[in-house]
């Protein structure tokens, strides 16, 4: 295992702390001794980057930023040495009604970023917005069909129940395909549909370039499919041990407990600093 650890870069939900929490004791503890030894850390999410995202670790009570952030599952990056957010590969309108035309008919909710929680465009209320609402304050425009069609967009997210409609989405994308978007599933429930050609590892990959950063010194965690790439690009992946079984196909290692138990902190632990505490 490379110890020469230039980037850590976490998915948020599911890796780094439960939906809505903070890390844990371990997992906090590892973060602040990466931090000490100059390790960038960076954050790579389905969320947009915005000063939510950007300022987490100071919502967790930590005394530093985050170094990097990697938004809308590669669509959008940020890094404290540029200090601006960039835009990549956006999906066209013409795109959105495609899709919103084989999925409208379904009983799902329909999310856009237009401006990170800024701007959120939702076709109906659910515990997914409520609690975005609640958590990250925000701005969010109830509007119909035609409203989603209006500009291109970073991705174009569904909420749904899984167990009654998970096959039915996944027969519905089978009978309308399309090299013009690639979809991703990011939490339980959630779907996301994007332009080709972007995920969270290209965009790893940007900003290491950027960054004069050898993806061999990075370590990237996840739990979910949009953190595949990642994984795969990074010289060292590691998938929490409540992940899923696609995304722990991809790791080169799955830590011992999940994320509800501090499971990323206890290997991060173990392995780059020899200690369990």
Request: proline share 3%.
């Amino acid at each position: 295992m490379n110890q020469n650890v230039r980037l850590l870069i976490c998915d948020i939900d599911g890796t780094l702390v439960l939906k809505g929490g903070k890390p844990m004791p371990k997992t906090r503890k590892a973060l602040e001794l990466f931090h000490e030894q100059g390790t960038l850390l960076g954050l790579a999410t389905g969320r947009p980057v915005d000063k939510r995202t950007i300022d987490k670790f100071k919502e967790w009570d930590f005394d530093f930023e985050a170094d990097v952030v990697i938004g809308v599952n590669g669509c959008e990056a940020w890094t404290r040495f540029k200090r601006e957010r960039e835009r990549f590969n956006l999906l066209p309108k013409e795109e959105v009604r495609k899709i919103l035309d084989f999925m409208w008919d379904l009983d799902v909710n329909v999310c856009v970023f237009e401006n990170g929680y800024d701007k959120v465009l939702a076709r109906r209320r659910d515990w997914m917005i409520e609690e975005s609402m609640n958590r990250n304050k925000s701005n969010v425009e109830f509007v119909d069909k035609e409203r989603f069609c209006k500009h291109d967009v970073v991705k174009l997210e569904f909420h749904y129940d899984e167990e009654k409609y998970e096959e039915l989405i996944m027969d519905l994308i089978r009978k309308h395909p399309s090299d013009n978007y690639t979809y991703t599933k990011s939490f339980t429930g959630t779907l996301e549909f994007m332009k080709p050609g972007i995920d969270k590892g290209v965009t790893l990959l940007k900003v290491c370039e950027e960054l004069d950063i050898d993806p061999k010194d990075v370590v990237a965690c996840g739990d979910m499919d949009n953190d595949i790439s990642m994984l795969e690009k990074a010289g060292t992946g590691i998938c929490l041990l409540n992940g899923s079984e696609s995304t722990k196909k991809a790791a080169d290692f799955i830590t011992d407990f999940d994320v509800e138990h501090d499971g990323l902190g206890d290997f991060l632990l173990k392995h780059y600093f020899n200690t369990s505490v």
